[in-house]
């Protein structure tokens, strides 16, 4: 069957860095997606791979091993706008998104 | 300008109704989509659609079903409203996504449905 697994919840302080790991199982498999869902709001998309090794966009990076079916995004320099659930998806030999359930980061003062 | 706009934001209904809910997107995407969100927070896929092709989650219950007048709008009709279908649905847009391109996904802001 079709996976994907996320921590539930992290906690973590404002300033510091924090990775939320995703592993991933999938029937093929078209690249990996990161969004953030803030509470009662739509997810909106922070970063694609589809090819091995680290994507940086500012103070978000992510990262892909296809070998391992794992990714990771981390966030660096954490501020308190970054408390929100971060959603994992892969995308399938259909192009169809299968996601986990999300990690709902607590950021603390 | 809202890229996906769903209406209503919140729907509370009784069970046994038929309801709908709207899906509008002005992004010029090729497809669009229904997520359910239940208290779990996962997000299932219901339906995709183009204009060539209506993909249908097998487990989604025949209840439920997509009307799209043009690629622009994708509605979601249910009927026979059940206690289980309370969650918070998404409508959703995307470009066709085809091997030599997978783009995002942009979302509406979401309906809260409730079923009393």
């Known amino acids: 069957g079709q996976n994907i697994d996320q921590p539930t919840e992290m906690t973590a302080t404002e300033g510091a860095i924090v990775q939320i790991n995703c592993t991933y199982q999938?029937?093929?498999?078209?690249?990996l997606f990161w969004y953030q869902q803030h509470a009662g709001e739509a997810p909106t998309f922070l970063s694609y791979n589809v090819l091995d090794g680290l994507e940086e966009k500012g103070r978000f990076s992510s990262f892909l091993s296809r070998s391992k079916g794992y990714s990771y995004l981390l966030l660096k320099e954490l501020q308190m706008k970054d408390s929100a659930s971060y959603l994992c998806?892969?995308?399938?030999?259909?192009?169809?998104?299968?996601w986990g359930a999300g990690t709902k980061l607590i950021i603390k003062p | 300008d809202t890229a996906v706009s769903q209406t209503p934001k919140y729907l509370v209904t009784q069970m046994g109704n038929d309801k709908s809910i709207k899906c509008e997107q002005n992004?010029?995407?090729?497809?669009m989509y229904w997520y359910k969100q239940d208290s779990k927070k996962f997000l299932k896929i219901m339906f995709s659609y183009n204009n060539k092709e209506l993909i249908i989650n097998e487990t989604v219950p025949n209840r439920f079903s997509p009307k799209s007048p043009d690629k622009a709008h994708l509605n979601l009709h249910i009927n026979s409203l059940e206690l289980g279908d309370s969650a918070v649905y998404f409508c959703?847009?995307?470009?066709?996504?085809?091997?030599?391109?997978?783009?995002?996904?942009?979302f509406g802001q979401g309906t809260r449905l409730t079923v009393v």
């Open positions: 959703a847009s995307s470009q066709e996504n085809t091997p030599e391109m997978n783009t995002e996904a942009f």
């Open positions: 999938t029937s093929g498999f078209n690249g």
């Open positions: 998806a892969a995308s399938d030999s259909n192009y169809q998104l299968i």
């Open positions: 992004l010029g995407h090729d497809t």
